[in-house]
């Protein structure tokens, strides 16, 4: 259940719910805002006191019953889609950023070019693939620590926050001053152990759907991360695996709607992952948009063809220019604004 507070609730006020909420079962998790707070009571609502006799105090306004799992991400518990600060960046305030960068961080040079021309055409996170999960053991794995220090690098000159995919609990140390942002692959989205080492971490984490996960089980991911204290999650939806085989996977728009409807976490899509093949990302790019996405995440490659790994599915940066211009008509017919 949600317990929400009267306006300008004092501490002492909501310390008392809290206390009220252990006594009756359940775990407090309390949300401020800048002029109103609720408390999650978070339990087996079936098996516990009901909490609706808190509604009695003078101070609190209502209590919400809340019936689905993921109570701490859900739209009832904040009205409206929750702001996500990386640096000066704010995700989910009505504008609209994209992500992008290589698949894999290569070389100082290939960064640096790919960096400068997609902060030119309006990319405002840098993504750079630093620990490569692969289907074969033989393919190209990634640079590792080498590369999270070329990707500071280019933070350095171009000013862009960085996100790179973290797969292990034992790198979580190494890679928080390095990055600003965790990403957690599709392999990874039902990875609780390092859901919740990565909460604790304190950084925005970037959640990607499972390639076999339904909506409720990536929601439920992300609760694990909020119920381990750390709020600033960015859903992205990037594919799942269906009989299909005309793309590499299939991409599910309705879940960017649901997500959106259920959650108040921001909403992206990654469609380079999506299709697998660079002709459709513009049109998959629009699609996101039009279904209230908050952000893209799109693969970008100075030489796709010579890339060490995902070369279908990289943009040149000449393409990548291409389709900035062409989701502006989206972004705006959706009431966004674009970041750039």
Same mark, same amino acid.
């Given at each position: ?6 306006? !300008? ?5 909501? @310390? ?15 949300? !401020? ?6 408390? @999650? ?28 799992? +993921?109570?701490?991400? &859900? ?7 929750? =702001? ?9 305030? /009505? ?11 290569? &070389? ?7 960096? !400068?021309?997609?902060?030119? $055409? ?15 053991? +033989? ?10 220090? =070329? ?12 996100? $790179? ?19 957690? /692959?599709?392999? %990874?989205?039902? %990875? +609780? ?8 971490? /304190? ?45 590499? %996977? ?12 259920? #959650?108040?976490?921001?909403?992206? *899509? ?6 697998? !093949? ?6 998959? @790019?629009?699609?996101?948009?039009? @279904? ?7 693969? *970008?490659?100075?030489?796709?063809? #010579?890339? +060490? ?21 989206? =972004?705006?017919?959706? /009431? ?5």
């Amino acid at each position: 259940m949600i317990i929400v507070m009267k306006l !300008r609730a004092s501490s002492e006020e909501v @310390a008392l719910v809290e206390a009220n909420v252990r006594a009756l079962g359940y775990e407090p998790h309390t949300i !401020r805002g800048e002029i109103r707070t609720v408390v @999650a009571a978070v339990g087996d609502e079936t098996t516990h006191q009901s909490l609706e006799a808190l509604e009695a105090m003078s101070f609190v306004d209502r209590v919400v019953p809340i019936q689905k799992r +993921y109570k701490l991400v &859900s739209r009832e518990i904040q009205d409206g889609t929750a =702001i996500v600060r990386i640096g000066d960046l704010e995700i989910g305030n /009505g504008t609209l950023h994209v992500i992008a960068g290589p698949c894999s961080v290569e &070389s100082l040079d290939q960064t640096l070019s790919v960096a !400068r021309a997609v902060k030119q $055409s309006g990319a405002t996170i840098l993504r750079g693939g630093a620990f490569k999960p692969r289907t074969s053991p +033989y393919d190209f794995q990634g640079l590792g620590e080498e590369a999270l220090e =070329i990707l500071q690098q280019a933070k350095a000159e171009t000013g862009m926050p960085v996100i $790179s995919e973290v797969l292990r609990v034992s790198d979580i140390e190494m890679m928080t001053p390095m990055v600003d942002v965790f990403q957690i /692959g599709a392999r %990874n989205g039902l %990875n +609780y152990a390092l859901l919740e080492a990565v909460a604790a971490a /304190g950084k925005p984490v970037f959640l990607k759907r499972g390639m076999m996960a339904t909506i409720e089980e990536w929601l439920l991911a992300a609760e694990y991360i909020a119920k381990n204290g750390n709020p600033n999650i960015i859903l992205c939806e990037r594919g799942i695996r269906t009989f299909e085989t005309a793309t590499r %996977n299939t991409l599910d728009i309705s879940a960017v709607a649901i997500a959106k409807r259920e #959650s108040s976490l921001p909403v992206f *899509v990654d469609p380079s992952h999506a299709a697998g !093949r660079r002709d459709l990302l513009p049109d998959l @790019a629009a699609a996101a948009i039009s @279904a209230g996405a908050d952000g893209l995440m799109i693969e *970008v490659h100075n030489d796709p063809e #010579s890339a +060490y790994s995902d070369q279908q599915q990289q943009l040149t940066t000449e393409m990548f220019e291409e389709l900035m211009v062409s989701i502006l008509p989206f =972004i705006q017919a959706s /009431g966004l604004k674009p970041a750039w």
